[in-house]
């Protein structure tokens, strides 16, 4: 048996030792915050505007509104404590029209913003994991 010295040396190792910094880390965190989200989402949605592919899709789209719903979406997914208050993927994107094309290369180029801002493939894997779900909701032809 431990005797109680012992249980609290074991607590305090485990307290200061704990869990690493990695683990503790959210994925919102590793994301750069707030800034680093506003800063990726601005050169993703740059990067859709210019996209010929997608272009059209973006050609009347109130930027600032969507860049805010975007760093809130993305906040409220990576566990950055954000509440998403937009609306949801499939009434939004019904009239759109988007095919699988489309969502392709704008998955493509949030990706290429993920990495111009410095953001480790397998961070960008995690947030690609939680918004590919959406994809069934996006894609309406």
């Known amino acids: 048996m431990f005797s109680k010295m012992k249980l ?8 200061v030792c704990g869990p690493t ?4 880390s959210t994925l919102y965190s590793e994301l750069g915050g707030n800034n680093g989200l506003t800063k ?4 993703a949605i740059k990067r859709w505007e210019q996209n010929p592919v997608l ?12 860049e805010k719903s975007l760093v ?8 950055g404590g954000c509440k ?9 994107h019904e009239k759109m029209g988007v095919d699988t094309h489309q ?3 704008l998955a493509e180029d949030l990706q290429t913003a ?3 801002n410095g953001i480790a493939s397998s961070v960008q894997n995690r947030l690609i994991a939680l918004l590919a779900p959406m994809k069934r909701d996006v894609v309406t032809k």
């Open 8 to 15: 609290l040396g074991l607590f305090i190792a485990a307290m």
């Open 21 to 24: 910094a990695s683990a503790q």
């Open 40 to 43: 990726i989402v601005a050169n």
């Open 55 to 66: 272009a059209a899709q973006f050609k009347n789209a109130d930027t600032e509104r969507l």
């Open 72 to 79: 809130q979406q993305f906040c409220a997914l990576s566990g």
């Open 84 to 92: 998403y208050e937009g609306g949801d993927m499939k009434t939004v």
């Open 103 to 105: 969502f392709n290369a």
């Open 114 to 116: 993920l990495s111009e």
